[in-house]
């Protein structure tokens, strides 16, 4: 694709607005290397339990709700489908951050993510859904000029265009919902949220309790919606004013990072804000970092030659010198402007769909299809007003109770507990057992602990106790299901 010529046919204030800096494109193209990778590792650690038959959710267990793609991608081979995923992955984030043939990386990279995704799709959040679409239009950008040094240049395709309002459509769409919220709009939503022991973590339990009271969560909270009300001018706005915004959405999220157990949302966020800083940002960016190379005595570092690893292309211009030229250019149109095209279409249908809007149902049924929705609710319309834990109450055959996921004792009424879930994936799946109704899934949860524990027989708890400011005051639980680890015998 000639990306040259539809740059310079583009008005100047199209291009300023729903383009990206070559050094931006070059700097997402690392950040998405590097949320791959820590993607992976961080699967990694429960790699047997959330991805293999011989865990918590074998495959049967995933097809009682998914059909369709799921049914092809769940039919390859167990356990070697997930555990070759985890060093491609690997292999393709090096590659990302380095530079090398990036188009076929984020490829794989796209590919990686989509199978672990499908292989477990309730330990899922907001987070792993901006991932997987970052990647898709990461597929579509241009990286023949996209290098961290020397001079840009804001280059404009329609995948820019996509990318730029993929950015400002989540923080757009959740603008929407958090106006609809009496808790938001009543200023307690993030004092409410900080009290919760399953969404904080770090700071967040010492930031929510010094604070309470201050005011200063009150004004965080106005702070961030109105943020989000002002997100248009993401796209809007040019020069300093849209790299203070980004910069101050930037701040919120390095916040979430620090408080919130959301998983990869901040990190995944600030990768798509990257894209929106224009290049007088860019500019001081380099000339910070001329100063600190020329402080430590050069390119001590190696950064340097680093970003100017050549971008080697896999695309469509390797096809068979045999295929006539007109055949090439009419399918560079088809994958470089239709697909990112369509798909920029589905996103501004998804995201009035989401706020309210009606939409065809074709519409709602392509985008349901294509996996590429924009309902952004992140705490809204309604925070969470109550701490929960999922317990798993068991018995040793000596008699004695015990967790059988901690296999610690048992403390089934203690909003502690919340704090023990192995991580927010795990956290997400408790919330889906909580739902499940005694199906599938919390039968084969508690399999896995009597094959893995020394039990006789396990239960399913779930516990709850209302957090302050929350009117009404609730405490209490009910036990979800009980099994024999007999069941699961012979």
Avoid at 180 to 191: M, Q, T
Avoid at 359 to 371: F, I
Avoid at 393 to 405: K, L, W, Y
Avoid at 422 to 439: E, I, N, P, V
């Amino acid at each position: 694709m000639d990306f040259a010529a539809v740059n310079e046919r583009v008005p100047d204030p199209v291009r300023a607005r729903l383009g990206v800096d070559s050094r931006a494109i070059a700097a997402f193209r690392i950040a998405l290397g590097v949320l791959l990778l820590v993607d992976v590792l961080t699967r990694a650690r429960h790699l047997r339990a959330l991805y293999t038959d011989a865990g918590i959710l074998p495959r049967s267990a995933v097809l009682v709700e998914y059909g369709g793609p799921y049914e092809l991608v769940l039919s390859l081979p167990d356990p070697w489908y997930p555990v070759l995923l985890f060093p491609i992955g690997l292999v393709a984030a090096t590659a990302l951050i380095a530079g090398l043939r990036p188009r076929l990386s984020v490829f794989a990279g796209l590919l990686v993510v989509l199978l672990l995704q499908m292989r477990n799709p309730y330990v899922l959040n907001g987070g792993d859904v901006l991932m997987r679409i970052l990647f898709v239009w990461a597929l579509f950008l241009p990286y023949d000029d996209a290098t961290l040094h020397g001079e840009g240049s804001r280059l404009f395709t329609i995948a820019t265009a996509g990318l730029v309002l993929q950015a400002t459509l989540v923080y757009l769409v959740n603008a929407t919902h958090k106006l609809d919220s009496a808790a938001w709009l009543g200023g307690d939503a993030v004092g409410t949220v900080l009290a919760t022991e399953q969404y904080t973590y770090l700071l967040g339990g010492a930031v929510g309790e010094a604070l309470a009271g201050t005011g200063l969560l009150t004004a965080a909270n106005y702070g961030w919606v109105l943020l989000l009300v002002c997100s248009p001018l993401l796209v809007l706005s040019t020069g300093r004013l849209r790299t203070a915004l980004v910069t101050l959405f930037a701040l919120f999220h390095v916040g979430m990072l620090v408080t919130l157990a959301v998983g990869h949302f901040p990190l995944v966020s600030l990768a798509s804000l990257v894209v929106l800083y224009p290049p007088g940002a860019w500019d001081w960016a380099g000339r910070q970092a001329a100063r600190v190379r020329t402080r430590l005595g050069g390119d001590a570092l190696g950064l340097a030659g680093l970003s100017r690893l050549p971008s080697l292309q896999l695309g469509l211009g390797s096809l068979p010198t045999g295929v006539p030229d007109q055949i090439k250019s009419i399918a560079h149109v088809l994958v470089f402007t239709g697909v990112p095209a369509m798909l920029v279409i589905f996103s501004l249908l998804s995201a009035a769909g989401a706020v309210g809007f009606q939409t065809p149902e074709q519409t709602d049924n392509a985008v349901e299809t294509a996996d590429f929705g924009q309902n952004w609710q992140m705490f809204a319309p309604d925070p969470p007003d109550r701490t929960w834990w999922i317990a798993t109450p068991a018995t040793r055959p000596d008699g004695s109770s015990v967790d059988g996921f901690h296999d610690r004792p048992f403390a089934a009424d203690s909003p502690k507990q919340a704090n023990h879930m192995a991580s927010f994936r795990w956290r997400k799946y408790f919330q889906t057992l909580r739902f499940a109704d005694d199906g599938p899934r919390q039968t084969e949860y508690a399999r896995y602990l009597c094959e893995n524990r020394n039990i006789e027989t396990v239960g399913l708890y779930y516990g709850y106790q209302s957090v302050e400011p929350a009117p009404g005051y609730e405490a209490g639980g009910e036990t979800l299901s009980s099994h024999s680890c007999d069941e699961f015998s012979g």
